[in-house]
């Protein structure tokens, strides 16, 4: 009797000791599934704070849109701490505007680039509406560099947490697993949302948002092995009717009706449900990522106790956590270009600025890669590092895919008190006649009727070649001394102002090259014709009309242009210098008193932030004229507000337009900026000049100003350009003059 009960002792202890030391081998796996939600995905980021702090270890992340984001970089090694930090100084306006900075464009681009409101695409004699409103450039360059740790891993479940994120297939409507391949792109894939972000290409799939199919990827995680799911969803719920007032909210809805008829299972199967209280919130709620970062924390230390008892079942620790330094200096070893057909290897890799063998900032690689973005040459360029195999740096491979449209229609709209009203209508062609070539016309409607043609054929630091034709006029009420600043003429002896129309025909061709970067240098040859006329006085036999000027003028020009201004109207830093040389061969003479001369004059600018909001303008301006030709009507001309001004005319606040004649002039402008919230600016400023004949040779210009103006502004940034009133006052007028603009100048 004693042997069997002997026997079944010694089995229970063997049994229980195997089933002790198989719990104890049999590891709790920790899944973590993050919800997309656009901006209110930011509340991931308070609850990993919470799950950092009480220790859980996290086994395998899955994400959808934002969740996939945050969750890669969470995957990657950042601690919830750390992309506290990070999304805190994300400007999100810049990401989603797809703002590409000024400096990536060339000479020729910002000018094109500067005064339309809408850009269409036009094709096959049909204008279309784009794609989305953003390439998605800049989102693919700040997650690139986030995790460019990562640079050498293809497959995601090598990262510091096994990770895995949701797409959509737009062609088939069909859910995409992305785990393998590029960390970064492929959560911008994830991330692309309808109409915001262009769809991404990822092995000839066209990618969006997998929000539109599973936004919440539970039962996927849980096929990894996952014994206990945390989830944090931040997904919206259905809006009513006063909510539902613009078509991106009702858009939401109509993929809403899936989303949360989806969740309703997908809530019972996890295990530690995270609902952030967010619905003050929108997609679009970026300017308010504080607060909803503290809502994700609030949530989650609501669920506090549980979370905790879930770290004590877990007997390894959470993964160490790595400072992840930013990596600012490169090596690049090699450059390999793909994708391009029309376009060459070495038209990319001069577009980047830089060349294989090189050291160069990461900020260097970003600017280079959206010089090629800012050609709009290419509907996307996905630029990956990875480790050189033999030598140390990096291999960069940049993939283009050339855009199909040629056409575009754009529009824009102005008003000023000298134009006038006027809609502009753009037609603009790529390669007309060559791959790199552009032709545009601008047509202005309104007030006063004029066009701009160019013609461009850009050869970067080569010799570019330009034709440029345009016609400009207006009407103005002018001083008599303008029109004959001598006074010879007896009719006008006892007039102060009359109006003039002024007409003016200029036709160029040139060559550009580009040099250390930022230096254009341009040399040409422009015909002019010049017409100036009145219909306030008519003398002798002229029906009704006085005609002042009507001559046809033949010159050759050279230019040096620099320009780092970060933006055109409202600029925060960089540098502006704008040099021009003008020797007039022939004139038609209308007026009979022509001459060969010359004219020279120059800008120089500087801008820089005081504080983060608050900004100083600095420039110094100045002309003068070579020769003894006493035609005065190419003179140089100060007074009004305005920008883009055909020949020597130049604003000075305080006076009216065309007010202040000399053959040479010096000029200074201080202005101070302040954005006192989001794109509205008040500003002051003061300028003084001399103006005159001669000042340069009988010593005028060094002498006290003659003339002088201040101005106090508000401006108004919008998408139809700046929107700005401004009251000035000259202390030797002893009156003010007010000055408006709608828009951006052309």
Same mark, same amino acid.
């Given at each position: 009797?004693? $042997? ?40 991931? @980021? ?5 799950? !950092? ?132 792109? $492929? ?52 809006? !009513? ?32 449900? =995270? ?34 008892? &879930? ?5 390894? #620790? ?10 600012? $200096? ?18 990319? @890799? ?47 491979? =940049? ?13 824009? &709209? ?9 809609? &502009? ?43 440029? $034709? ?61 017409? @100036? ?43 502006? &210098?704008?040099? !021009? ?23 120089? #600018? ?11 303008? =600095? ?103 700046? @929107? ?23």
């Amino acid at each position: 009797m004693k $042997s069997p009960i002997v026997f079944l002792l010694l089995l229970f202890f063997v049994t229980s000791s195997a089933f002790s030391q198989a719990r104890t081998d049999d590891e709790v796996k920790v899944g973590l599934v993050l919800s997309g939600g656009g901006a209110k995905g930011l509340a991931h @980021i308070g609850a990993l704070k919470v799950i !950092d702090s009480l220790g859980i270890r996290i086994d395998y992340v899955a994400g959808t849109s934002m969740g996939a984001i945050v969750g890669a970089l969470y995957a990657s090694g950042y601690s919830g701490k750390a992309l506290d930090s990070i999304f805190r100084d994300v400007d999100f306006d810049k990401i989603i505007n797809d703002e590409l900075p000024r400096a990536s464009k060339t000479f020729y681009e910002r000018d094109n680039s500067e005064k339309y409101a809408i850009t269409l695409p036009f094709d096959n004699y049909k204008i279309n509406l784009p794609s989305a409103l953003s390439r998605g450039q800049n989102t693919l360059s700040l997650l690139s560099q986030l995790t460019l740790h990562t640079c050498d891993v293809d497959q995601f479940d090598q990262l510091d947490i096994p990770f895995f994120c949701v797409a959509t297939n737009v062609e088939t409507g069909e859910p995409v697993i992305l785990d393998k391949g590029s960390l970064p792109l $492929s959560i911008a894939a994830s991330g692309a949302f309808p109409s915001l972000f262009q769809p991404v290409i990822i092995d000839d799939q066209v990618l969006i948002d997998g929000g539109v199919v599973n936004n919440y990827p539970i039962d996927e995680l849980k096929a990894k092995g996952m014994d206990v799911i945390i989830g944090v969803d931040v997904q919206d719920g259905l809006a !009513d009717r006063d909510q539902l007032k613009s078509a991106l909210s009702i858009l939401l809805q109509i993929n809403n009706y899936r989303t949360i008829n989806d969740m309703k299972g997908k809530i019972e199967r996890t295990d530690i449900y =995270i609902k952030p209280d967010i619905e003050d919130f929108t997609v679009m709620s970026f300017d308010d990522g504080n607060e909803i970062i503290s809502q994700g924390e609030i949530a989650a230390k609501k669920l506090a106790d549980t979370l905790s008892h &879930l770290a004590k079942r877990q007997t390894k #620790g959470p993964r160490i956590q790595k400072a992840i330094k930013s990596i600012d $200096s490169l090596r690049i070893n090699s450059i390999i270009v793909s994708g391009t057909e029309k376009y060459t290897s070495s038209y990319v @890799i001069g577009k980047l600025k830089f060349k294989a063998q090189s050291d160069i900032s990461y900020e260097d690689l970003v600017t280079g890669v959206n010089n090629l973005a800012a050609t709009n040459n290419f509907q996307s360029v996905i630029n990956r590092l990875k480790s050189s195999k033999y030598q140390k740096g990096y291999d960069l491979y =940049i993939h283009v895919k050339e855009s199909q449209l040629k056409t575009y229609f754009r529009f824009g &709209l102005h008003y000023d008190e000298l134009y006038k009203s006027a809609a &502009l209508l753009n037609l603009t062609r790529k390669s007309v006649l060559f791959k790199n070539d552009i032709a545009t016309l601008d047509v202005g409607l309104g007030d006063n009727i004029r066009y701009n043609f160019e013609y461009f054929i850009d050869k970067g630091f080569y010799w570019s070649i330009g034709l440029k $034709s345009r016609f400009n006029q207006f009407q103005k009420n002018v001083s008599s001394r303008l029109i004959d600043p001598y006074q010879a003429v007896q009719p006008f002896n006892s007039i102060n102002k009359f109006d003039v129309e002024l007409q003016d025909f200029t036709n160029q061709f040139y060559f550009q090259t580009l040099f250390r970067r930022d230096f254009a240098l341009i040399l040409g040859a422009e015909h002019k014709h010049l017409k @100036i006329h009145s219909e306030t006085v008519a003398s002798g036999d002229d029906e009704g009309e006085t005609l002042f000027e009507n001559s046809n003028y033949l010159s050759v020009f050279g230019k040096l242009k620099l320009d780092t201004f970060d933006n055109k109207y409202f600029p925060n830093q960089g540098f502006y &210098l704008d040099g !021009d040389f003008h020797l007039y061969l022939y004139s038609s003479d209308f007026n009979s008193d022509f001459t060969e001369y010359s004219i020279a004059k120059g800008t120089f #600018g500087y801008a820089k932030n005081i504080t983060k909001n608050f900004t100083g303008n =600095i420039s110094v301006q100045g002309g003068f004229r070579i020769g003894e030709n006493e035609n005065p009507y190419l003179d140089f001309v100060l007074g009004g507000y305005g920008n883009d001004f055909i020949n020597n005319f130049e604003a000075f606040f305080g006076y009216d337009f065309m007010s202040i004649p000399g053959d040479s002039y010096i000029k200074g402008l201080v202005t101070f900026d302040y954005e006192i919230f989001k794109k509205n600016h008040i500003n002051v400023s003061a300028n003084f000049a001399n103006v005159g004949n001669d000042i340069f040779t009988n010593g005028e210009w060094v002498t006290a100003p003659n003339f002088s103006g201040y101005a106090l502004g508000y401006s108004l940034e919008t998408f139809i350009g700046p @929107i700005e009133a401004k009251m000035t006052y000259s202390p030797e007028l002893k009156e003010s003059i007010w000055f408006f603009n709608v828009g951006f100048w052309f």
